[in-house]
């Protein structure tokens, strides 16, 4: 616990030391957050970021939904067939293939996906984020579908056996 506050201390005083050691003018780029982009190969990986980051805020909700739906999932196996309904047994059944799905192309896109590539060919660089821009909007999109299908299956008056 010493060694922990020890080294937060460190690293507030370090930080301090850079700000303070900053020019005014850096420190007001900083305070307003990421530079605009300048060019088009900029504003293309601003793009897939700014994709990259709307689908990883709903990554938390998205596998709280898969971790729902197989529970309800098992929960209803255990009951008898003639007490399951089967409609919603299917929507369960359905909405687990497209969480999981969405949880999978988000995972394989992030591995996929390199920062860097072709930095030293602009004219590459940029058809390679533009076909990421458009992955990446394909990926956010089943995402963004997954939990809304979530929403109408799961919710409490969903709830049926």
């Not at 201390?9 to 300048?38: D, R, Y």
């Not at 995972?107 to 590539?117: E, L, P, Q, S, Y």
């Not at 058809?127 to 909007?137: I, R």
């Not at 394909?138 to 109408?152: C, G, T």
Request: hydrophobic share 40%; net charge positive.
């Amino acid at each position: 616990m010493l060694r922990l506050m020890i080294a937060l201390v460190s690293l507030s005083l370090f930080m301090a030391a850079c700000n303070n050691g900053a020019s005014s003018g850096e420190a007001a780029e900083h305070k307003s957050g990421p530079p605009a982009p300048k060019t088009k190969e900029d504003s293309l990986f601003h793009e897939v970021m700014e994709g990259h980051d709307a689908g990883m805020a709903k990554v938390g909700k998205l596998r709280g939904n898969i971790k729902e739906t197989e529970r309800r999932l098992d929960s209803l196996g255990k009951l008898p067939a003639k007490q399951v309904n089967v409609a919603y047994k299917q929507s369960l059944t359905s909405l687990q293939a497209a969480l999981n799905k969405a949880n999978t192309e988000m995972n394989n896109w992030m591995g996929a996906f390199k920062v860097d590539t072709l930095t030293n060919n602009k004219q590459l660089r940029i058809k390679y984020l533009e076909e990421e821009k458009a992955k990446v909007a394909v990926v956010k999109e089943l995402i963004y579908s997954s939990l809304n299908q979530a929403d109408s299956v799961l919710r409490p008056s969903a709830n049926r056996q």
